[in-house]
């Protein structure tokens, strides 16, 4: 089904279920399902880019299918002419269905039928993230580094044995970081239990100082993890560390009763990642 068009007898006719199937395999392909139609003119300015971007991150395995949601009439002739002529080099299918209220929930619940709609999946990272509306170029390509690296859905197990888990902007994030903002990036740990271990491996970038609290910044491939208010530590940079090995002990953070700690979640362009305690597993104490 997946192939690229160059007449029109390669565009595929489809229900939606093979949609689905085309994007449900347990792999770690990031897979890009956008719903257009020659009519639709947002469709038409986001559709080059989405091409474009995806042509890019092609080593990282991302696959784009575009679905036509054009008329019958339109299928195959007039959907592989207006293909050919702006040069839309990707993959191609047009929805064979009529009732957009069986086809539009199999792709998501809140789906009204209206175009343009985008689909992207990683079953691997567990990324799941659909949009109906048009997509500009820099918030595509931001949803495709977190497809791939799985940073916002992703199921990380907490840094702290049976921790309390806030996502939402704290003190010490100010203050470690006030260059990024309102610190809504940094998620805060609490837990009577002051041991802090790493939730990925990687190389130990930095380790540093600032007032009374260390700062532990650790690099998986081009993500960095920045562990905050640690009152002390033992690795060092360029230390080597597995997921869940202890790397220091957290102190309590101001007035706070607890063990605290500030997590920090960035890719290689400094874009900090949304954490919430969705994306924890709890941790128990052995």
Not at 157 to 182: L, T
Not at 231 to 243: C, E, L, R
Request: include cysteine.
């Amino acid at each position: 089904m997946l192939i690229a068009v160059s007449d029109a007898q390669k565009i595929a006719k489809v229900k939606m279920e093979d949609v689905v199937k085309s994007f449900s395999a347990n792999n770690d392909t990031t897979y890009v399902v956008n719903f257009w139609a020659t009519f639709c003119k947002p469709c038409i300015e986001e559709i080059p880019d989405f091409i474009k971007i995806t042509e890019r991150y092609k080593s990282k395995k991302v696959k784009l299918l575009l679905v036509s949601l054009d008329l019958p009439a339109f299928y195959p002739a007039r959907i592989a002419a207006f293909v050919k002529k702006n040069n839309y080099n990707t993959n191609h299918a047009w929805l064979n269905e009529t009732n957009a209220d069986i086809f539009c929930p199999m792709i998501d619940p809140k789906w009204s039928g209206a175009i343009p709609a985008t689909l992207i999946v990683n079953n691997k990272t567990g990324y799941k993230k659909f949009t109906e509306a048009q997509i500009s170029a820099e918030d595509f390509e931001k949803s495709l580094k977190e497809a791939i690296g799985g940073n916002a859905m992703n199921k990380y197990v907490a840094p702290m044995n049976d921790a309390g888990i806030d996502d939402y902007q704290s003190r010490q994030a100010k203050r470690v970081f006030p260059s990024h903002g309102d610190g809504n990036y940094v998620t805060t740990f609490k837990s009577n239990d002051s041991s802090v271990y790493s939730i990925t491996g990687g190389k130990v970038s930095t380790v540093v100082r600032i007032d009374d609290i260390k700062v532990v910044i650790i690099q998986n491939e081009k993500m960095f993890y920045t562990y905050s208010n640690l009152g002390s530590t033992k690795i060092k940079t360029g230390d080597v560390v597995k997921p869940n090995q202890l790397i220091g002990f957290a102190t309590n953070d101001f007035d706070e009763d607890k063990p605290t700690l500030e997590l920090y979640v960035s890719d290689d362009d400094g874009k900090g990642i949304i954490l919430s305690k969705g994306n924890f597993i709890e941790r128990k104490i052995n």
